[in-house]
């Protein structure tokens, strides 16, 4: 993983994209453990230029359809926005344990009157 | 879209390409209708990489979380495995049209042991 220094708010393009590299990271470690279900793929899904990050499950475990998304970050207006955690794991501590600024964590998938709150990711200042 | 020719089992990788722009036409077609729920997002991911394609639909339809994948390809060994389909598009016969060989659509989404008998997709010779 490539680290990238700060200097304020002078090098948004070098957050960016340090920070798919540290979404990348986080997905690909979560990523490596393999579901014991049946015949059940794990799918890293990366696109750079939506920038859209998902881990997920997909496959079948005998007749039962396993298809859920374990995983999802977007980034957009250069913040991180965590859309799914199925998981115990603290994504947001993660990030911020990478270097990303925490006005940059946007936790989407807390109904929006909250992401105001917790992080002040969305419309801070 | 980009039509290459066809030459027989000559050109896996043109074939490859163009499997990879159908998918990414399909979704992009039907991502064009947006949903009408609250404060909802339609997401297209394309993952050229991994070959993981992705329509889904991510946001807060007031308090309740909206968070679906609607249709979802993956291409694997030269064939296009359909995933999820939560539309009553035929998918299938949309790939068709565009020139997609009928033993490289792979019904993903049905158990395996239907999988191999419908379209022959899988260990079709």
Same mark, same amino acid.
């Given at each position: 993983?490539? #680290?990238?220094?700060? *200097?304020?708010?002078?090098?948004?393009?070098?957050?960016?994209?340090? @920070?798919?590299?540290?979404? +990348?990271?986080?997905?690909? $470690?979560?990523?490596?453990? &393999?579901? $014991?279900?049946?015949?059940?793929?794990?799918?890293?899904?990366?696109?750079?230029? *939506?920038?859209?990050? +998902?881990?997920? @499950?997909?496959?079948?475990?005998? #007749?039962?359809?396993? @298809? @859920? !998304?374990?995983?999802?970050?977007?980034? $957009?207006?250069? &913040?991180?926005?965590? +859309?799914?955690?199925?998981? =115990?794991? =603290? %994504?947001?501590?993660? #990030?911020?344990?990478?270097?990303?600024? $925490?006005? =940059?964590?946007? %936790?989407?998938?807390?109904?929006? !009157?909250?992401?105001?709150?917790?992080?002040?990711?969305?419309?801070? !200042?």
């Amino acid at each position: 993983m490539r #680290l990238l220094s700060y *200097h304020g708010g002078h090098c948004a393009i070098a957050n960016l994209e340090h @920070y798919r590299q540290c979404i +990348q990271t986080i997905l690909t $470690k979560h990523g490596s453990f &393999k579901s $014991k279900l049946g015949d059940v793929e794990t799918e890293l899904i990366f696109d750079t230029i *939506h920038d859209h990050y +998902q881990l997920m @499950y997909v496959g079948w475990n005998g #007749l039962s359809r396993v @298809y @859920y !998304s374990v995983m999802h970050f977007d980034i $957009k207006d250069g &913040k991180i926005w965590i +859309q799914q955690n199925m998981t =115990d794991v =603290d %994504l947001a501590q993660e #990030l911020l344990e990478m270097g990303v600024a $925490k006005e =940059d964590i946007v %936790l989407g998938l807390q109904p929006p !009157s909250s992401v105001h709150g917790i992080w002040g990711g969305v419309g801070a !200042s």
